[in-house]
């Protein structure tokens, strides 16, 4: 299986209505809202690259990954019967809120909810961002995000054996963290990681999700919209992985944004997995709410 990129994410939140403003004024995002008031936000082309659902919870509910065309979902779908996964594609109320062809339901071994899909919805007006940063995005997909993992290494296995993803690195323990957390990094194209594995169960069903811009000057402008409106969750810092300059956003209902720039890029063919003893080489530090 070839899985090209993370094409969106679906979240769960108790504070919906907050998602359309709060992703114009600090995000730079367009969006729309469906009547039932499901939030479909915009960083590109795509019709829908973050889906905010209405609920009861702020959690993950979907991963949302690509791959090339029907012909090769339908092989992926197969694919993830034969490895001995339940799969459903009966989906097409999900298909329509993620504004794609079609797309197949499958948990990974932790429970995390994937989504396999084709056929993303392309909005050929441009996104109306005055002033917002302009997303990294195109072949390296949306961004990346952090799952918890209580089965770490059956899950591990699933990701590179069964989704076809490469290891890129290994985080055990984090010697400056205060928990004895270990994390998977795991990608499927250029992009450092696609989906991080982290050893500690969550709440959300998700650490947090990063979305890389193109400019140091677009990720202080969205540092300064987040210090005015106390929307901070860590100072800037660099982690030790993807080398990436980056700080935390505290988004409505509590998800936790790493917004970023300058990540480096892998070669697939040649790159041998890492165990790095941090996950920065310096700042990160947690800002007081
Ligand atoms: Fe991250």
Redesign the pocket.
């Known amino acids: 299986m070839r899985i090209i990129g993370l094409g969106y994410l679906v979240i769960e939140s108790t504070e919906a209505e907050q998602w359309p403003g709060f992703a114009r004024e600090v995000l730079g995002m367009a969006s729309s809202v469906d009547d039932d008031g499901t939030v479909a936000l915009r960083v590109d082309e795509r019709a829908a690259r973050i889906v905010v659902v209405p609920g009861e919870r702020d959690a993950l509910q979907a991963i949302g990954l690509e791959v090339s065309g029907v012909v090769a979902w339908e092989a992926a779908v197969d694919e993830l019967r034969a490895a001995g996964a339940a799969v459903s594609t009966d989906t097409a109320a999900q298909a329509r809120r993620a504004r794609v062809t079609g797309l197949a339901q499958v948990s990974d071994p932790s429970g995390n909810p994937l989504e396999i899909f084709h056929g993303p919805l392309i909005v050929t007006g441009p996104v109306d961002r005055p002033g917002g940063p302009r997303y990294k995005t195109g072949e390296l997909g949306l961004g ?1 995000v ?1 799952v918890p993992a209580v089965k770490l290494d059956e899950t591990f296995r699933f990701y590179i054996q069964t989704l076809g993803f490469g290891h890129r690195d290994t985080i055990r323990p984090m010697l400056n963290y205060p928990e004895p957390l270990v994390l998977q990094f795991l990608g499927c194209n250029r992009r450092h990681h696609t989906v ?1 594995l982290a050893s500690q169960p969550d709440p959300r069903g998700m650490r ?1 999700f ?1 979305l890389e811009v193109e400019s140091i000057a677009d990720v202080g402008r969205a540092y300064d919209r987040c210090h005015e409106r106390g929307q901070l969750m860590t100072h800037l810092g660099q ?1 030790s992985n993807d080398q990436g300059l980056s700080f935390y956003i505290r988004c409505p209902g509590g998800i936790m944004l ?1 917004f970023g720039t300058a990540c480096i890029e892998v070669d697939e063919a040649t790159w041998s997995a890492r165990e790095l003893d941090a996950a920065g080489f310096w700042g990160h530090q947690l800002v007081s709410p």
Do not use: D, K, N
Request: glycine residues 0%.
């Open positions: 990346h952090v991080a947090h990063m982690h790493e």
